[in-house]
């Protein structure tokens, strides 16, 4: 078996993303339309957002799509 690296959705990164761009957790879902207890889900690593919604999150934060995830190793 080996170990292949794979990138996954970061509640913690996202969280911090959220709140250096000035956005609590109702602020932004009045901006992206996305009920707040599913940001409050995003942050707290419970489910993963679409990847329309990363798409969003990402042009509203001012990031790269990329900053939003963090390599994993899966093994294969």
Known sequence: MSHVPSRTFSGER?????????YTETSLSAVIGINRVTINAWARG?????????????DVLGC???DLFVEVDRVA
Not at 14 to 22: E, H, N, P
Not at 46 to 58: D, M, N, Q
Request: no cysteine; glycine share 4%.
């Open 46 to 58: 419970v489910v993963s957002p679409s990847l329309k919604s990363v798409l969003v999150l990402a």
């Open 14 to 22: 996202f969280r911090v993303l959220r709140k250096s761009a000035g």
């Open 64 to 66: 790269r799509i990329d």
